[in-house]
């Protein structure tokens, strides 16, 4: 099994910046496409980003495309995500959530995920 956990989160003004890790404990997350999703109050979660096992260039939503950067620390077992420029809308539970066999064309869908973890809050301010 592989647990994975989020921090980083936390209240920052319009424009501001954050970043967020996944930390991955029971296995190695090199090994595994890890994405990060969100989910807003009264929404569905929706798909940010991804990265995949092999370090291919990291897929986005188009509306975090140009803002958010998702990168890998193999030595720390973690990938982060950076989030700059950061908008109300932006304002969500960020979870991070591992796959080792995902195929391509389901990397923005949840359901097709192994491994979740609990999520961190991120609140922008206008």
């Known amino acids: 099994q592989m647990q994975l956990v989020e921090s980083g989160g936390g209240l920052v003004q319009a424009g501001g910046s954050l970043r967020l890790s996944c930390a991955a404990s029971g296995r190695t997350i090199s090994s595994y496409t890890v994405a990060w999703f969100r989910q807003a109050p009264g929404k569905e979660r929706a798909f940010v980003g991804a990265?995949?096992?092999?370090?291919?260039?990291?897929y986005y939503a188009d509306s975090v495309k140009g803002r958010f950067t998702i990168s890998r620390d193999n030595a720390k077992n973690t990938v982060y995500l950076q989030m700059n420029n950061l908008k109300p809308e932006d304002t969500a539970v960020y979870y991070c959530a591992a796959d080792r066999d995902l195929i391509l064309s389901s990397i923005r869908d949840g359901g097709a995920y192994d491994f979740w973890g609990q999520g961190t809050q991120v609140t922008v301010s206008s």
């Open positions: 990265i995949r096992r092999n370090n291919a260039n990291p």
